[in-house]
Nanobody
Framework: QVQLVESGGGLVQAGGSLRLSCAAS????????MAWYRQAPGKQREMVAF???????NYRESVKGRFTISRDNNKNTVDLQMNNLKPEDTAKYYC????????WGQGTQVTVSS
C-alpha cells in the first residue's frame, strides 16, 4: 500500500515562497500522473497542478506563473514550488494521482498572511 507524505508547508507573508514535497513509501508512482491538490476551510478540494510521468505540466489559472510542479521519478517525489504567495493560497495541500487512486496523506498546511 503506497503511503503519501507531504511536507514543506508553513506560515509565510504575502509575496513569499514555499516549496512543498510529496514522497511515497511502500510503492512507486513513477508511471502515474501526479497532482497537488488543496483544500481551504469550508471549500471543496481542488487540483492545483498536475505533471505526467513524462514531465508535461498543467496549472489552474489562479496559480499560473507563480507555482511550478516537478517530479523525480528515481526518488519517487513530487514537488511544488510556490512563489509570490497570496492569502487566497491558504489551504492544506495534498498530493495524489490523477485520477485519485491512493489514500490521502496528512497534507501540509500553507498559511499566507496579508
Amino acid at each position: 500500500q503506497v503511503q503519501l507524505v507531504e511536507s514543506g508547508g508553513g506560515l509565510v507573508q504575502a509575496g513569499g515562497s514555499l516549496r512543498l514535497s510529496c514522497a511515497a513509501s511502500g510503492g512507486t508512482f513513477s508511471s502515474n500522473v501526479m497532482a497537488w491538490y488543496r483544500q481551504a476551510p469550508g471549500k471543496q478540494r481542488e487540483m492545483v497542478a498536475f505533471i505526467t510521468s513524462g514531465g508535461a505540466t498543467n496549472y489552474r489559472e489562479s496559480v499560473k506563473g507563480r507555482f511550478t510542479i516537478s517530479r523525480d521519478n528515481n526518488k519517487n517525489t513530487v514537488d511544488l514550488q510556490m512563489n509570490n504567495l497570496k492569502p487566497e493560497d491558504t489551504a492544506k495541500y495534498y498530493c495524489n494521482t490523477v485520477p485519485i487512486a491512493l489514500a490521502w496523506g496528512q497534507g501540509t498546511q500553507v498559511t499566507v498572511s496579508s
